[in-house]
Structure formats: C-alpha cells, structure tokens
C-alpha cells in the first residue's frame, strides 16, 4: 500500500505564493507517477500537476509558468511550489500517486489541503 500526506496549504493573498508537500510511504518503489489534483466546492477534480518516475512533468494550462512541480527522493517527497495565486486556485489540493500492473492504473490519495486565495 501507498499513504501519501499532504502539507502547506493555507491562506494568501492574490499574487502570494504557497509550497504544498506532499511525503509518501509505503510501496513507494512500484508508483509510477505522482501529482496533483485539486478540487473546488460543487466542481470536479481536476488534474493541476503530475511528474513521472522518468522526471516527466505535465500542467494543466491554467496554472503553466505558476506552479512548478518537484521531487525530492532522499525526502520521498513531491512538492508543487505555487507563485502568482489567483482566487481561481482555491481548493482543496490532493496529492495523488499511480501504480500501474499489467496495463491497470491504481490510484492513491491523500486527505487533501485547503488552499484560499483571497485578500
């Protein structure tokens, strides 16, 4: 199993900046992929960041030359570094980390950190 613990998340102000981390534990030698999803109330989740084991990034185009996502492997952590905040980014962010075996994708969560944007 992967647990996965989310951290960093609070309130700014627009134009602030936050560092989320998220550590991993467990199985940590068979994910895949790791990123960021986040979710605002009464809307879908959505994919905000995601790196892959080969160090492969990918962003969602409203937050591309923002947010930047890391890794840290001596920590077991993946970090998303958050600068020009825009209301708009307010969330609840999930970390979330991918396994793949014979072509089937299994998915872990973390319990979620609120981010607010708001001045």
């Known amino acids: 199993q992967v647990q996965l613990v989310e951290s960093g998340g609070g309130l700014v102000q627009p134009g602030g900046s936050l560092r989320l981390s998220c550590a991993a534990s467990?199985?940590?030698?068979?994910?895949?992929?790791m990123g960021w999803y986040r979710q605002a109330p009464g809307k879908q989740r959505e994919l905000v960041a995601e790196i892959t084991s080969g160090g492969s990034t990918n962003y969602a185009d409203s937050v591309k030359g923002r947010f930047t996502i890391s890794r840290d492997n001596a920590r077991n952590t993946v970090d998303l570094q958050m600068n020009s905040l825009k209301p708009e980014d307010t969330a609840v962010y999930y970390c979330n980390a991918v396994r793949s075996v014979r072509g089937v994708r299994i998915d872990y969560w973390g319990q979620g950190t609120q981010v607010t944007v708001s001045s």
């Open positions: 467990g199985s940590i030698f068979a994910i895949n992929a």
